[in-house]
């Protein structure tokens, strides 16, 4: 069975080497030829298009930033595909563009199955990583075995688009609850308490050893938001996503919308764009006046307590 993979940057890139080293025939292709040079010496073969792709290939993986790369991508694999074949695609998409896309593949006799994933730079390296897949289930049973070379939690949750919305769902109410966390520890710290002696004593509270106030471990006690684990106009295009959703059902979106603006503002910021996600946090800082930056060795300290 040859497996065809488009787009190989920071997860994809690692996903399709995963599907390699699970021993599968791979076929990739990415805007940058440049980023397939881990790939060709691993034994994948190079196609020029999307649509060489989709002729070489019996199942279709795609990972690409969001809705508009889906829907330019997706016209390339409507011309080369054939009946009887399957597309994942395992971006963060608009469950409406992920149904409309599907319908138009079912008229041709093929799966296009929505399968987000979950765990970040790190997962997709290791494969300790959630997908979300929703479509065509006899196409999900058929391919389950590529599905596992990329994570370890590949599940089947529904009809198509139910998968994107649960990755909108995980990735909304992370967002919100860190901005709820930079708001309430600020003004922990703006009333005196020193910021590694706070993040000590809260995680130890009710709240705190399910672990919520571990999350500031990883970029906002330390001030460092570079490289990258996840970049902020990636996060703000999904939170986008989600506030779109809710809209479109008439569901109120109060805080997301509240998280939405702050995101904005950030990515408004010169130079923010491509910093970590978590960066929006910063503007809460400036607001209440505090510097919080936190040697790391100090939080490692906190952390081997446990």
Request: proline share 4%; glycine share 10%; with cysteine.
């Amino acid at each position: 069975m040859k497996v065809g993979f488009i787009g190989i940057g920071t997860m994809g890139g690692h996903m399709a080497l995963n599907v390699r080293k699970g021993g599968h025939d791979v076929v990739v292709h990415d805007v940058r030829e440049a980023a397939a040079g881990p790939h060709l010496k691993a034994g994948c073969t190079w196609a020029n298009s999307a649509r060489e792709v989709a002729e070489a290939s019996d199942v279709v993986f795609t990972s690409l930033p969001g809705p508009k790369e889906v829907q330019l991508v997706a016209e390339e694999l409507l011309a080369g595909m054939r009946k009887g074949t399957a597309w994942f695609d395992l971006s963060t998409n608009s469950p409406t563009v992920v149904r409309q896309i599907s319908e138009r593949f079912a008229a041709r006799g093929i799966a296009m199955l929505d399968s987000p994933v979950s765990g970040g730079p790190s997962g997709a390296k290791s494969g300790k990583l959630a997908l979300w897949v929703s479509g065509d289930k006899a196409a999900f049973d058929k391919h389950k075995a590529v599905l596992d070379a990329i994570g370890d939690q590949a599940v089947y949750i529904g009809p198509v688009g139910a998968g994107t919305v649960a990755k909108l769902v995980h990735n909304c109410a992370g967002y919100s609850i860190l901005a709820a966390l930079a708001e309430v520890f600020t003004l922990g710290v703006k009333a005196g308490v020193e910021p590694l002696a706070l993040w000590a004593a809260v995680r130890q509270g009710a709240f705190g050893r399910k672990r919520s106030f571990d999350r500031l471990a990883e970029q906002f006690l330390l001030g460092k938001f570079d490289p990258p684990a996840f970049s902020l106009e990636l996060a703000h295009k999904d939170v986008t996503l989600a506030t779109d959703l809710g809209r479109e059902f008439h569901v109120p979106m109060k805080l997301a919308n509240t998280v939405l603006q702050e995101m904005t503002e950030a990515l408004n910021r010169e130079g923010w764009a491509k910093r970590d996600s978590r960066i929006f946090m910063l503007l809460q800082e400036e607001r209440a006046g505090v510097d919080i930056k936190v040697p790391e060795n100090k939080v490692q300290e906190v952390l081997k307590r446990d």
